[in-house]
Nanobody
Framework: QLQLAESGGGLVQPGGSLRLSCQVS??????MGWFREIPGKEREFVAA????????EYSDSVKGRFAISRDNAKNTVDLQMNNLKPEDTAVYFC????????????WGQGTQVTVSS
């Protein structure tokens, strides 16, 4: 069974950077992504990438500031977050999409990112 484990969250000042990492075990999926959740709001899409890194997609709110990458040899998916803003504060989740579908069926436990001075 596919398992995802995020790491790298923490407290950072506005304008700072953080790098989140997702370790995947028990297999792999073509499309991996990151989502985030703010208390009281729906979980929202942040970024996605395919196995060959030939496709990537970002939400408008993070485009130009965040970069998703993956290392297939290590089975990891990273999210580099730059120029962080207070509104980026959320729990960030790594997710895997079932191949040939739009079903994000596999999720990690989440890691907290807090952007505050």
């Amino acid at each position: 069974q596919l398992q995802l484990a995020e790491s790298g969250g923490g407290l950072v000042q506005p304008g700072g950077s953080l790098r989140l990492s997702c370790q995947v075990s028990g297999g792999s999926r073509n499309v991996m992504g990151w989502f985030r959740e703010i208390p009281g709001k729906e979980r929202e899409f942040v970024a996605a990438i395919n196995r060959g890194s030939t496709y990537s997609e970002y939400s408008d709110s993070v485009k130009g500031r965040f970069a998703i990458s993956r290392d297939n040899a290590k089975n990891t998916v990273d999210l580099q977050m730059n120029n962080l803003k207070p509104e980026d504060t959320a729990v960030y989740f790594c997710a895997a999409r079932i191949d040939h579908s739009n079903n994000w069926a596999h999720w990690g436990q989440g890691t907290q990112v807090t952007v505050s001075s």
